[in-house]
């Protein structure tokens, strides 16, 4: 089991940037294909961006393409996400999940992760 905690939530201004963390607390952070989700309220938890094992691979959803960027560093267990050009709609609780299963596809659906961080908030005004 992969216990992961995100960091780097905030209050910004729009057009602004934040770098949102998650770090593992276990050492086979590498033997999984990461992802980042989000949810507003009242919404359902949507996905941002996925990840490959290697970081060699990335994948986003069409509302964030071009601002948003996913990355890894394995040799120290942590998975990141840069946003820049912050809109109010971006406004959420952002998540990192852990993707265990077998194959190198990036999932999109929240039901296909296996891992779930307690979330960080980031806040857009206007």
């Known amino acids: 089991q992969v216990q992961l905690k995100e960091s780097g939530g905030g209050l910004v201004q729009a057009g602004g940037s934040l770098r949102l963390s998650c770090a593992a607390a276990?050492?086979?952070?590498?033997?999984?294909?990461m992802g980042w989700f989000r949810q507003a309220p009242g919404k359902e938890r949507e996905f941002v961006a996925a990840i490959s094992r290697t970081g060699s691979s990335t994948d986003y959803a069409d509302s964030v393409k071009g601002r948003f960027t996913i990355s890894r560093d394995n040799a120290v267990d942590t998975l990141y996400l840069q946003m820049d050009n912050l809109k109010p709609e971006d406004t959420a609780v952002y998540y990192c999940?852990?993707?265990?299963?077998?194959?190198?596809?990036?999932?999109?659906?929240?039901?296909?992760?296996?891992?779930w961080g307690q979330g960080t908030q980031v806040t857009v005004s206007s």
């Open positions: 999940a852990a993707d265990a299963r077998f194959g190198s596809i990036l999932r999109h659906l929240k039901e296909e992760y296996d891992y």
């Open positions: 276990q050492r086979i952070f590498s033997s999984y294909q």
